[in-house]
């Protein structure tokens, strides 16, 4: 990863007050944008900011009178505030109820030009060998396939009218985590389905970005870190790290950004955040390699050279104790 910039002297935010922690410049004004998931937390802090921003907001969770907000609290606060929003109800792993979303956004304002994908539910944790099919199964249609019918239904329409931001929330599970095969292989699918829609759209002024957001929400789980802390599975500074996690205003501000016009050349690209730092994920690219000229690799050969070649300075991140 590539360090951006960091904000050390700052405080997390509190929560989402325009007058006090954002310049409001309405970088947005006039277009339509649809956040799933935006009923609380990060996906309703990212629906205020953007409204604040100067966009019409449609909002989204599977069902009214959620715990903690839903889509109709947040669309109205922010009508409160003077902005444009609607609430639409639905399941968005559901074909037709995603594309009923994007309809909402054309019948009421006309058009579409950013869609964030935020939604997900709770997961199921186990162990390769004990998760539940349908607990694998819900996993990525909450997570994965999801955000692909909303792309599926939302890029027609960003295409045609040449202009258009995705953005897709994955998280560092992607990367490493344990006892959660499900939500790791969805959230390596979708760093997939990002570079693969970036590359598709970017032709026609459509960008697709995603981003690993760290913050307050339901999956904030202290307990698990120090357990995972305990059995030396994260180090000590992970560990602090989730003893200082923000509130979610403070992921809006970035992901308004990646949907601004000052974006249109950043494409396809996976970002991460810490408290007060932005970081880029690298590029997946070939790094050491070996060759053979004559014939396949024979099984001592592939004992010696694997090592020495291909692997010089891999750690076995999980050895057997």
């Known amino acids: 990863k590539v360090l951006i910039f960091s904000r050390k002297n700052d405080q997390p935010d509190e929560g989402f007050d325009p007058d006090r922690i954002y310049k409001m410049t309405k970088i947005l004004k006039g277009r339509v944008a649809i956040v799933t998931g935006s009923g609380m937390g990060i996906g309703r802090a990212i629906a205020l900011h953007m409204a604040a921003e100067g966009a019409s907001v449609v909002t989204n969770n599977r069902m009214p009178r959620s715990s903690g907000g839903d889509a109709q609290s947040t669309a109205d606060e922010i009508k409160a505030q003077g902005g444009n929003s609607i609430a639409y109800f639905g399941d968005v792993s559901d074909f037709s109820q995603a594309a009923a979303l994007v309809k909402t956004a054309i019948d009421y304002f006309g058009r579409v030009d950013i869609l964030v994908n935020n939604a997900g539910a709770e997961d199921k944790r186990g162990n390769p060998w004990e998760l539940a099919p349908e607990d694998w199964e819900r996993t990525i249609r909450s997570h994965l396939t999801a955000p692909f019918y909303c792309i599926r239904h939302a890029s027609g329409y960003m295409k045609d009218q040449g202009w258009g931001r995705i953005v897709n929330t994955t998280s560092r599970a992607w990367i490493e985590t344990t006892e959660q ?3 790791a292989a969805a959230m390596a699918g979708v760093v997939g389905l990002t570079r693969d829609v970036a590359r598709d759209m970017g ?3 459509v960008t697709c970005n995603a981003y690993s957001p760290f913050a307050k929400t339901r999956r904030t789980n202290i307990a698990k870190q120090e357990r995972a802390y305990a059995a030396g599975v ?5 560990y602090e790290m989730y003893l200082n996690v923000p509130e979610p205003a403070s992921c809006a501000p970035f992901v308004t950004y990646l949907c601004s016009e000052e974006s249109a050349n950043i494409n396809g690209l996976t970002f991460g955040m810490k408290p007060h ?3 880029v994920y690298s590029e997946k690219a070939e790094a050491f390699s070996m060759r053979k000229e004559d014939g396949d690799w024979s099984h001592e050969e592939l004992v ?3 090592p ?7 750690v076995n991140p999980a050895p057997k104790k």
């Not at 994260?234 to 992970?238: D, E, F, G, L």
């Not at 020495?308 to 891999?314: D, K, R, T």
Request: hydrophobic share 40%.
């Open 277 to 279: 730092e932005l970081f």
């Open 304 to 306: 010696q050279k694997v």
């Open 203 to 205: 032709r026609f002024g």
């Open 181 to 183: 095969p499900n939500y």
């Open 234 to 238: 994260i180090s000590k500074s992970m």
């Open 308 to 314: 020495a070649n291909l692997l010089v300075g891999y």
